[in-house]
């Protein structure tokens, strides 16, 4: 979707270095969030955010911080990589009324592929 | 928590010929279901969505059936075409609640 850009799409590091992935949405969406995809796992929500600095853990935080200095903007750094954070990353933001009976529904970006060496 | 099953993780059909995919959820409080399709190299997309006051709700081609009895929902897709080659995603979740819980997948791979 045209409204909602991840940035890198690929990204190579290696094991202790800091990484940050992108994330930017033109909706004003109040809800961001952040999923990793892995094989025989699906999607797993790491965090989101309701608002504006406001952000909340989801299943597997561990390793990772966000922010959301800005409606727009919701960042994944992931401060010291490991190879278990090989993954691919999904940014969704949350469309209020798109769904049954006003039902939030996902939208999400094309995700940023990490390879963590 | 909740945890959410497909009962197939790949399906080949036939074009032209209709599919069923399964899922199955554990939280017997979770009342909103939703359907993603995602095409390969690409992010989820929605397909559908059903709230537990239902046990059917239509779409273009593709119906999503909920049974709470025995915690399963299915979305079945008629006349399928090769662009509904895809991974198929259920997610499960509360109403009004932003956070879901994402099935594995099934991988439907349509036959010309």
């Known amino acids: 979707d045209a409204g909602i850009t991840q940035s890198p799409r690929y990204k190579i590091t290696e094991t202790g270095r800091q990484v940050t992935l992108m994330c930017h949405q033109t909706w004003s969406h109040s809800y961001m969030f952040w999923y990793r995809q892995d094989l025989g796992h699906g999607l797993r929500l790491i965090y989101y955010s309701a608002a504006a600095d406001i952000t909340d853990k989801g299943e597997v935080p561990d390793g990772y911080v966000v922010s959301r200095s800005k409606t727009e903007n919701f960042p994944l750094t992931l401060e010291s990589a490991t190879r278990s954070q090989t993954s691919v990353y999904f940014c969704a933001s949350s469309d209020r009324g798109r769904g049954i009976a006003g039902a939030n529904v996902l939208t999400f970006g094309a995700g940023s592929r990490l390879t963590v060496l | 928590g909740e945890s959410v099953g497909l009962h197939l993780p790949t399906l080949s059909v036939q074009e032209g010929d209709n599919s069923i995919i399964n899922c199955a959820y554990s939280?017997?409080?979770?009342?909103?279901f939703i359907w993603y399709k995602q095409e390969s190299g690409k992010g989820p997309q929605f397909i559908i969505d059903i709230r537990s006051n239902m046990d059917k709700r239509q779409g273009q081609r593709v119906t999503v059936l909920l049974n709470k009895t025995v915690k399963h929902l299915s979305l079945q897709i008629a006349a399928t075409q090769p662009g509904d080659s895809a991974v198929y995603f259920c997610a499960v979740g509360v109403f009004g609640n932003e956070k879901l819980t994402f099935g594995t997948g099934t991988r439907l791979t349509i036959i010309p």
């Open positions: 939280n017997s409080a979770s009342d909103y």
